[in-house]
């Protein structure tokens, strides 16, 4: 199935200048969801993640059916006040602003095998946030999973040296 397909592009969305790739349209599409499922777990369930992590808020959407695929727990990646519990805290840039994102400290047990998905890789700031919340918690990150990368922003090489997977790709805007 051609997953490209079934992405909208949003223009001026959430700026002008930004032409937004929604994910949504996917999503909604059974076959294709399940497609995109099917192919993390193949590409990663021989590294036997112990855990899956997903930022919020369509890392969740990716990350919880992947988790249950692959037979292991997953972990939520929120924005600040969000989380009831005592968290770690990041902060990044995005290709449109800043934010930060937190984890609950007892959610990655040291040496933990965590695998980290979400929707779209950009600039990598996000991802980037998310792998250092990994690695304050000291879990081994073996790998990344999106289903859109920008390749032009170059966000790859904020997270190199990992085995990264996006099923679609864009060479431009």
């Known amino acids: 199935m051609d997953l490209k397909s079934l992405i909208r592009e949003v223009p001026d969305f959430p700026k002008p200048g930004i032409n937004f790739k929604d994910v949504t349209t996917l999503l909604k599409d059974g076959q294709a969801f399940r497609q995109v499922i099917d192919e993390f777990a193949a590409h990663f369930g021989n590294k036997k993640p112990d855990l899956v992590v997903g930022a919020e808020s369509r890392g969740f959407i990716l990350g919880a059916p992947l988790a249950y695929k692959l037979g292991c727990g997953f972990v939520p990646v929120r924005k600040p006040g969000k989380l009831p519990a005592e968290a770690a805290k990041a902060s990044y840039s995005l290709e449109y602003g800043e934010d930060s994102l937190e984890i609950h400290l007892d959610s990655i047990k040291p040496g933990q095998k965590v695998l980290i998905v979400d929707d779209l890789l950009a600039t990598g ?13 000291q879990g081994e990150i073996i790998g990344f999973g999106f289903v859109i990368e920008l390749d032009f922003l170059n966000g790859r090489e904020k997270i190199s040296g990992y085995d990264l997977l996006s099923l679609v790709h864009y060479d431009s805007e």
């Open 125 to 137: 700031g996000t991802i980037s946030a998310t792998a250092d919340l990994v690695r304050q918690l």
